[in-house]
């Protein structure tokens, strides 16, 4: 794997636009916080059910919001000069990966790390 290489003109304005649709598709589709509702109850049970749903409902909205974060941390990167440059290891991530996933900040080997290390901590199942 090549240690540094930097990106053509021409490739930075493809990575570019693909990360500025992908955003915009994400974006459109995102739930939104307003549909979080606070809706007091008085049977205990209808205020536990809500509370549940509200949890779930905050949980969908975070989790949805984790990739278009990834995509607008890519687009910084192609604004400083890191784009295509491992965060974990400071080597060339690799085209092909960048093709599959241009919101990526670390190489596969790194990325093989990370989740290597989260299935230790058991904060992730292999099921998953």
Same mark, same amino acid.
């Given at each position: ?7 053509? $003109? /021409?490739?930075?304005?493809? +990575? ?6 992908? +955003? ?5 589709? /995102?739930? =939104? ?41 890519? /687009? ?18 690799? $085209?092909? =990966? ?15 790390? /990370? ?10 199942? $292999?099921?998953?």
């Amino acid at each position: 794997m090549e240690r540094f290489r930097t990106l053509s $003109k /021409l490739e930075i304005i493809k +990575y570019k636009a693909l990360l500025e649709e992908k +955003y915009a598709e994400l974006t459109s589709s /995102l739930p =939104r916080r307003e549909n979080i509702t606070i809706d007091r109850r008085s049977d205990a049970l209808d205020e536990s059910v809500l509370a549940a749903d509200r949890e779930i409902q905050v949980r969908a909205l975070d989790s949805s919001a984790t990739l278009p974060r990834n995509v607008i941390a890519a /687009l910084w990167r192609i604004e400083s000069g890191a784009y295509g440059t491992c965060e974990g290891c400071g080597q060339w991530i690799g $085209k092909k =990966r960048l093709d599959a996933v241009a919101w990526t900040s670390l190489c596969i080997k790194c990325q093989q790390e /990370l989740e290597r290390q989260a299935l230790e901590r058991g904060i992730f199942s $292999k099921a998953a």
